[in-house]
């Protein structure tokens, strides 16, 4: 028997034939809430015992198959649903837009200082510095260091395109943290395998690491997985281009973090979900920091 859907239910399909949100008009859905049954984007989707529900329902009282004090509304990965989705985005996006901007005033001073450098003198005749060297705030800085408008331009297109719906769907502190240890592995990555002179910077290691788990999310979400593959492919086509000038150990670094977080954000069961999500995340953490501690000590 042919089952209409319930009245007041949205079926506006895109040009493609998919199925749009219904709250938010031309952003692909294919999860429906599981009790009114309208189309929901990730932004829009609710934690329920069985399944999605929407904000709507869950606002009206319908409850999610939890208790009274569990009946907060929660994203696929079990964070909080917020105002504004984007706002770790935006933070990130400006801490590296003002970086950029303090190395257009200082010139390469300032990127001397803060750029990922396992053990060489910065200056001609100048004492060694680097992670080596007992600098390892350098794994962080790097991250957020860029010097040319090309590469800036590029990693925070990427941090947007990536990062807004990855945001909204994580919630803000899963997000944060899938992006902060993806960018680590990719600069202990970096250190490990790169030569001990050899400099790096950019956001590119964190960004991988959202491109990686933005294939894991749409696959728990039962995507099209086609775009995030060839998005992938063409990513890594330029990652090892025969012209050099790029930091793949990075890319890769970041890359396997990512999705190895995501895959223990997205499919942790909910009984045991912090525990294994911030397990995994810890356990991604412990293995940059123990590479770090071997390469240190291979260096000095």
């Given amino acids: 028997m042919d089952r209409q859907p319930p009245e007041g239910s949205d079926q506006s399909a895109a040009a493609d034939g998919s199925l749009s949100c219904y709250r938010h008009p031309g952003r692909e859905a294919n999860i429906r809430c599981t009790r009114c049954e309208r189309p929901i984007c990730p932004e829009c989707m609710i934690d329920a015992s069985v399944g999605f529900q929407c904000p709507d329902c869950v606002r009206q009282g319908s409850g999610t198959g939890h208790g009274p004090a569990a009946g907060r509304p929660r994203t696929v990965a079990g964070g909080s649903i917020t105002v504004d989705p984007r706002l770790v985005t935006k933070i990130l996006l400006g801490i590296n837009v003002v970086v950029y901007l303090a190395v257009l005033a200082r010139g390469t001073a300032l990127v001397d200082d803060l750029m990922l450098l396992g053990s060489a003198p910065t200056y001609y005749g100048g004492p060694p510095e680097g992670v080596a060297e007992g600098q390892w705030y350098r794994l962080v800085t790097s991250m957020f260091l860029h010097q040319e408008m090309w590469h ?41 395998l790169s030569a001990p002179q050899q400099g790096s910077l950019g956001a590119s290691g ?83 920091i123990l590479v770090v501690v071997i390469r240190t000590a291979a260096l000095t």
Avoid: C, K
């Fill in 152 to 192: 800036i331009a590029f990693n925070m297109l990427g941090l947007w395109w990536l990062g807004g719906p990855l945001e909204a769907a994580l919630g803000r502190a899963r997000y944060l943290t899938l992006y902060l240890v993806s960018g680590l592995a990719g600069s202990a990555l970096t250190y490990w």
């Fill in 206 to 288: 964190a960004i991988f690491g959202l491109l990686g788990a933005t294939a894991v999310l749409m696959r728990r979400l039962n995507y099209d997985m086609r775009p995030v593959f060839a998005l992938l492919a063409v990513n890594l086509v330029i990652t090892f281009n025969p012209w050099g000038g790029i930091a793949w150990q990075a890319h890769v670094g970041g890359l396997v973090a990512g999705t190895l977080i995501a895959i223990g954000m997205v499919h942790a069961p909910r009984e045991r979900r912090a525990l294994v999500q911030y397990g995994t995340s810890a356990l991604v953490l412990a293995a940059v």
